[in-house]
């Protein structure tokens, strides 16, 4: 998911496999300590420093909200139901024979991600090891390190990819070749395209460190010789006593072990056949130790010996060990926890107490050996483990989420109140913020009932919570509720009637409007064609209003009904329709000066290159109705600036600000990187299904 703060600019399709990780910090972040107006100096007089989560339920520049004032609940005078808060929503899926996991409103993705046990690795079996194959260690499996490495790794693909067409880009001409020959000329009904295939906008895959793989061939000494792959090494060449006593062979590993993970683990088997004579030393080292000395005889490096069983940091004098001596065919764990900066070695599947403490450093694993014929192969992950490292890692998540559980949220909030109040009262603004006003009404019932409930004198009064109706929240689920059919022309009516320049101060939610007209033409124009065709998640095409959208305040709006009873077009009217708006939407952007415009245009375009664009994989996301929420979400954001409101519920707020803190506790290893904001989702009790 992406930040709730923050929305691809022209992503009319989100790629579901990108929300599982959260957002990295952003200077330019409203969130961020340090951006413009996020600083004690831009805040408000009337906000009192200790309040931090009223400020979040009161934002300093709307007026105090009477939402929770101490009043009876009320009930409404003239209801309206809430769109989009039923099972189907208004994308009209009829219900399943698989149970349907809890969802929260359609048009609030910020946490939709939380609401499915699914991952980025489901189904990856990490002891199916090749060496050039992207693989994940099991104790970093759901980790944000990983959701990250792996969009990278994903988009670092899809890069290569494109390299190999013809050209060494992206096929725009009509040189087609290969798995491109079949595809459509750059030309259809008289409108001009490109076909744009491109990954998901991720961060480079430079900024995330890469996972050690293989040992390093460029960085070892000359008489070691890297077999399998990288996976083994192998003393292969003789050299005099004298040598042998005062030197010793050493290889580091491609790559550092990564802070970011928070807890790296490498193991290494000894292969050789002569236990009695082994000098082989396990360890990390920084990339400036010499290559002639042991990991652990010189400063930044550290190291296990396996002749004499004792620990080395950065001196030729060690000190005695719990493991002891080791040889063939034992199997060497080392590991460091970025947090405590403390390092600790396994054998055989054992665990001893803390090696080094104050480790630091841009560390490589490191082997070293002094003796022809020693033999020793590395596993980094690509297979499982002698040592139930998942336990220690789940050990150490577990003493954070303890501390976590202790803080009491009573000082962070004016006037004190629990943990459970405060998440009610977020809830209930969320609802309230988002147009939900019948449901936070209903919310705020059950509340109140159940606080009766507990009181042993039922005579006492119980405060209840005011629900106020809200007539900008009512045209603005109407505004939603069109989009979300689909009905992009409806939308805009309702907001030329309702807010009519909010498009004219938000040019790029007005672009992304037009271009979801164009989409949804197409899509219909599609489904016309092709009576028995699927949506893209599996679900029969089902576009027909749902009764919760209906206005219940008890005037009819003449808007709503146009349309109504008319008689459908043909497939031939829809296509011209769509073509004569196409070269509208060509003509009033083309000269634009952005470059992302004219790339999202050649993208909708490209939809008309294809008989039936919802089966083509190539350009059927964008036709996902998803794309119809991001847009929702956007505009109702738009209208709620406008009013002097806050864009985002406090809820989402909340969540966005927990999301950057993780990254700030991430660096260089700290706490935050062993924990997501998922982890702590994960462990909510779910609801049994009946």
């Known amino acids: 998911m992406a930040n709730p703060s923050h929305h691809s600019l022209f992503g009319f399709n989100p790629d579901p496999s990108l929300t599982g990780y959260l957002p990295r910090y952003n200077r330019n972040s409203p969130y961020a300590p340090g951006a413009p107006g996020s600083g004690p100096d831009a805040m408000p007089p009337s906000h009192a420093p200790i309040n931090r989560l009223s400020y979040l339920l009161n934002p300093p520049y709307e007026s105090p909200t009477d939402l929770y004032s101490t009043n009876p609940s ?10 989009g808060m039923t099972s189907g929503g208004f994308d009209g899926s009829a219900s399943t024979s698989q149970s349907r996991t809890p969802q929260l409103p359609q048009h609030s993705r910020a946490f939709e991600m939380y609401m499915s046990a699914g991952s980025m690795d489901s189904g990856r079996d990490a002891g199916a090891f090749n060496n050039n194959a992207f693989f994940i260690p099991s104790y970093l499996k759901g980790s944000n390190y990983m959701q990250r490495l792996e969009a990278a790794h994903k988009a670092q693909q899809a890069q290569r990819a494109r390299q190999l067409q013809p050209g060494g880009s992206l096929s725009t001409g009509n040189t087609m070749t290969g798995s491109t020959a079949n595809k459509a000329p750059t030309s259809h009904l ?3 395209y490109d076909i744009i295939e491109r990954a998901p906008d991720v961060e480079d895959i430079s900024s995330v460190a890469p996972l050690p793989t293989k040992w390093n061939k460029d960085d070892k000494h000359g008489s070691l010789e890297v077999l399998a792959n990288g996976q083994e090494v192998k003393y292969a060449a003789s050299r005099s006593s004298r040598e042998q006593d005062h030197e010793t062979c050493a290889i580091r590993a491609d790559h550092p072990m990564p802070r970011q993970a928070g807890i790296y683990y490498f193991e290494v088997t000894l292969l050789s056949r002569r236990r009695d004579e082994t000098s082989v030393c396990i360890g990390f080292s920084g990339r400036g130790v010499p290559l002639t000395r042991p990991p652990g005889w010189e400063p930044d490096s550290w190291g296990y010996h396996g002749d004499d069983g004792d620990i ?3 001196h030729n004098v060690g000190k005695a060990f719990d493991g002891r001596t080791f040889g063939p065919p034992d199997i060497i764990g080392c590991g460091i926890n970025f947090r405590t900066r403390e390092a600790f070695f396994t054998k055989n599947g054992q665990d001893y107490k803390t090696a080094f403490r104050d480790v630091k450093g841009k560390l490589y694993p490191t082997v070293g050996m002094k003796k022809a014929g020693e033999h020793i192969r590395v596993n980094f992950g690509q297979e499982p483990f002698a040592f139930e490292i998942d336990k220690l890692v789940k050990n150490e998540q577990a003493k954070i989420k303890a501390a976590i559980s202790k803080t009491s949220v009573e000082g962070l909030v004016s006037p004190r109140m629990g943990e459970t109040e405060l998440i009610q009262r977020l809830v209930l603004q969320f609802l309230q913020h988002d147009g939900y006003v019948d449901t936070a009404r209903a919310f705020a019932q059950e509340i ?14 119980v405060p209840g919570v005011n629900i106020k109706d809200d007539e900008d929240a009512r045209r603005r689920q109407l505004i939603r509720g069109a989009i979300l059919e689909g009905d992009i022309e409806k939308a805009f009516k309702f907001i030329h009637a309702y807010y009519p320049h909010v498009l004219d101060r938000n040019p790029d939610v007005y672009f992304k409007l037009r271009c979801r007209t164009f989409i949804e033409m197409v899509r219909k124009s599609a489904e016309c064609c092709s009576p028995n065709a699927k949506k893209s998640n599996g679900h029969d095409v089902d576009d027909t209003p749902n009764k919760m959208d209906v206005d219940e305040y008890g005037t009819s709006d003449s808007m709503e009904e146009d349309g109504l009873g008319t008689t459908q077009p043909s497939q031939e009217d829809l296509l011209a329709r769509t073509i004569q708006y196409g070269q509208e939407l060509q003509k009033e952007f083309k000269e634009h000066e952005s470059r992302d415009v004219n790339k999202a245009l050649s993208e909708v375009f490209s939809l ?10 190539e350009v059927a996301p964008l036709l996902d109705r998803k794309g119809r929420v991001a847009v929702a979400e956007e505009l109702n954001s738009a209208i709620l600036s406008s009013l002097g409101k806050s864009s985002q519920s406090a809820l989402e707020n909340l969540y966005a600000q927990t999301s950057v803190l993780l990254d700030y506790l991430r660096e260089d290893g700290g706490p935050g990187s062993l924990l997501t904001i998922q982890s702590i989702v994960d462990e909510v009790p779910k609801e049994q299904s009946p």
Request: charged share 20%.
């Open 312 to 314: 080395y940091s950065g």
């Open 74 to 83: 009320s009930t409404s005078h003239g209801h309206y139901t809430d769109a």
């Open 190 to 192: 008289g409108m001009a």
């Open 448 to 461: 109140h009932a159940e606080k009766q409930d507990l009181l042993i004198d039922q005579r006492t009064p």
């Open 608 to 617: 008309l290159a294809y008989p039936n664009p919802l089966q083509v994989k």
